[in-house]
């Protein structure tokens, strides 16, 4: 069975109708062609909505893990940059202790992985990998430099909006959450099929950071901001603990 | 509102495979399969999360392998919970697999996993005829 060529628009209008979730059938991002599930799903097994997720201990982590610069004899190359939020819950509650875990391209786009051949150099000084467990007001907090867009094969001159992956593991097992965050005003957006699967627009709107003054660090590094609203877990959820 | 997901794309391992982590049980079973995409191709570039909710132990297992991912679960656990993602996935899938034929509910039949050599098979077909159950979430 060979690959239909997909004609249609990479990139779908808005529609606040579909509701706030990613569309996993989304033809312009054509990896999804053959690996999206095209059956309806099943009913979630009723338990899982109040099933409790892993918890992860300081055991995991090394004393930099949260500094992308220091990992090196040196320090990499690009705009060093803060990023840092909040992982809540969307009753504003704080997920404290949740594992985050983020990996990003360096500075000119390329990722530390075989099958990137983007031409464009890699950093001695960056591994691109970082973690940290969120504090008791859910806060988290990387050190890193700012990373490149890149070319990638999906269309014609197709190009990813500069971006950090960001998997998280909140306190239910419904929470867990693997997404990437963008950076404001980024002109890619208006062509990056997978940013615009999410297609209610408020909702793809918490995808992106905020530039952050006050956390700007002078004459050292720009800071964005971004908090990562975890679902309740659903009917029957035990409440996250809120912070004192 | 929830921040809605996004793939894990083709680079997870750089943040998410730092040090094997497929192991809930070390003197547990092995299970072993292999992600499989529309065509039946396999998935190489995919990851699996499997929880054991009763006896709260976690692993994850890259698919570089040729798409097959391998575990050690523990030998008295009823089910596990599991997580796939992978490249073209935007938002991660969700199924379950069963270690015992008894306790297995109606409807979740095709989870079962098989008996192979000494340990436990379970493959994981994103789309097809035989496509695994995911759960809406």
Known sequence: MSSDPYEGPVVLPDDESLGPEVQIDYPGYRSTQWRAPKRPLVTL?????????????????????NDLTRQHDGEPLGERIVVHGRVVDEDGRAVRGALVEVWQANAAGRYKHEVDQHPAPLD????????????????????????????????????????????????????????????????????????????????????????????????????????????????????????? | MKTPSQTVGPYYSIGLERRAENELDSDGIELSGTLLDGRGEPIADGLVEAWDPAGRRWGRCGTEDGGRFTFRVPRDAGHLEVAVFARGLLRHQLTRVYLKADGVPPGHETLLAEHEGGGLRFDIRMQGENATLFFAH
């Open chain 1, 45 to 65: 097994p009723e338990e899982l909505h109040s099933l409790d997720g892993p918890v992860f201990g300081e055991d995991m982590l090394n004393a930099l893990d």
């Open chain 1, 124 to 244: 001695p000084n960056f591994s691109g990998a970082g973690r940290c467990l969120t504090d008791d007001e859910g806060r988290y907090r990387f050190v890193t430099v700012k990373p490149g867009s890149y070319p990638w094969g999906n269309h014609e001159n197709a190009w990813r909006p500069a971006h950090i992956h960001f998997s998280v593991f909140g306190r239910l097992f419904m929470q867990r959450l693997v997404t990437q965050m963008y950076f404001p005003g980024d002109p890619l957006f208006a062509y990056d099929p997978i940013f615009n699967s999410v297609r209610d627009p408020r909702s793809r709107a918490l995808l992106v950071s905020r530039f952050d003054l006050s956390e700007t660090q002078p004459a050292w590094a720009l800071a964005y901001e971004w908090d990562v609203v975890l679902g309740r877990g659903g009917p029957g959820t035990t409440p996250v603990e809120e912070t004192p």
